[in-house]
């Protein structure tokens, strides 16, 4: 059901930001990889999400995205700007709604709109406030859900975690750090929802700041701490093990790892991948475009008209 992680530059061996997420699908499901340029839209434009239209701004930046043929929104993906973003599915206590924007959108609409990785976790925040998430995320069968993101660039990182309309983030300062389908910031975070914790406090799960735990208290069913032999725990042991001499090698290991299922088979299975290299002397983005990064060499994808395609090892 997707994993999604970040190496800042001072666990990677070149000192480059590495980014790279899986994103498993329901079985069958076509995901392409496409490239949309930087374009400028009169006033008064409308934006035909995948339920929902809204207001166009009057600029959008180039893209490379990531996404489910049949829904307006993306997986994943970059803009030329060298923001990259990864979403996960999260169940929460919060209410679900079949009406507002995917947590697909939220991710497209954040890469159109955002020269930072910073301004896109302001951006997703703001849209959530104003249209809500909501809607079916499958094409053949009910399945609603909440998001979580990794927000990224080449000098900063975030998580952005949400439950229902509240939110929360957590700024990645050192090392890795990685998302699977749980919540995972356990304390009041960096940033939030300026009503989330008296929201708490009114509904009798905490009582202030000190015992506020955003994971346990929103987790649908409980928190669940992962063992490293779950999906989420694997992620995590790998991110950690290879802390200071990560590199694109590591990062395509990473996804393509059965022990933890993170190169998911079945009937959700793994259909689509990016890895991405952010620096401030540019960022290079790589992706799959069929099932199973295991089956699968990593293929370069640039904001070019004519697409140049790579093998990732050819240019490690």
């Known amino acids: ?91 929460t206590t919060e209410p679900y709604y079949s009406a507002g924007l995917l947590g697909m959108d939220l991710l497209r609409l954040a890469l159109e709109r955002s020269h930072t990785a910073s301004l896109a976790l302001n951006c997703i925040v703001e849209l959530l406030e104003q249209y809500g998430q909501g809607g079916n995320s499958a094409e053949h069968f009910a399945l609603i859900y909440h998001n979580s993101f990794i927000i990224a660039d080449p000098t900063e990182a975030w998580v952005l975690e949400t439950a229902g309309q509240y939110w929360i983030a957590e700024q990645v300062t050192s090392g890795t750090r990685s998302i699977s389908n749980d919540l995972s910031i356990r304390n009041q975070g960096d940033l939030r929802h300026p009503k989330l914790i008296p929201y708490a406090v009114e509904k009798g799960w905490c009582q202030g700041e000190k015992d506020f735990d955003f994971a346990q208290i929103f987790s649908e069913g409980g928190l669940q701490v992962p063992s490293h032999d779950s999906r989420e725990g694997r992620v995590q042991l790998l991110c950690q ?40 002397a540019g960022c290079e983005h790589w992706f799959i475009e069929q099932p199973h990064p295991c089956e699968q060499e990593y293929k370069q994808k640039t904001f070019s008209n004519t697409l140049v395609q790579h093998s990732i090892r050819n240019r490690i």
């Not at 970059?78 to 979403?87: K, L």
């Not at 990062?251 to 393509?256: G, S």
């Open 241 to 280: 093990l290879n802390e200071g001499e990560f590199t694109l090698d590591t990062a395509q290991a990473i996804l393509r790892d059965h022990k933890g299922n993170i190169c998911m088979h079945g009937k959700f299975e793994t259909t689509g991948s990016q890895i991405s290299s952010l620096s401030s």
């Open 1 to 91: 059901m997707c994993d999604t992680f970040v190496a800042l530059a001072d666990t990677t061996l070149n000192g480059d930001v590495i980014f790279g997420k899986n994103s498993d699908r329901p079985q069958g499901e076509i995901q392409d990889v496409v490239t949309i340029p930087a374009t400028t839209h009169p006033p008064g434009e409308l934006v035909e999400c995948t339920y929902l239209s809204i207001p166009q701004v009057n600029q959008t930046l180039a893209l490379i995205l990531s996404k489910p043929r049949w829904m307006w929104g993306a997986e994943m993906g970059a803009n030329e700007c060298g923001v990259v973003i990864g979403n996960e599915a999260v169940w």
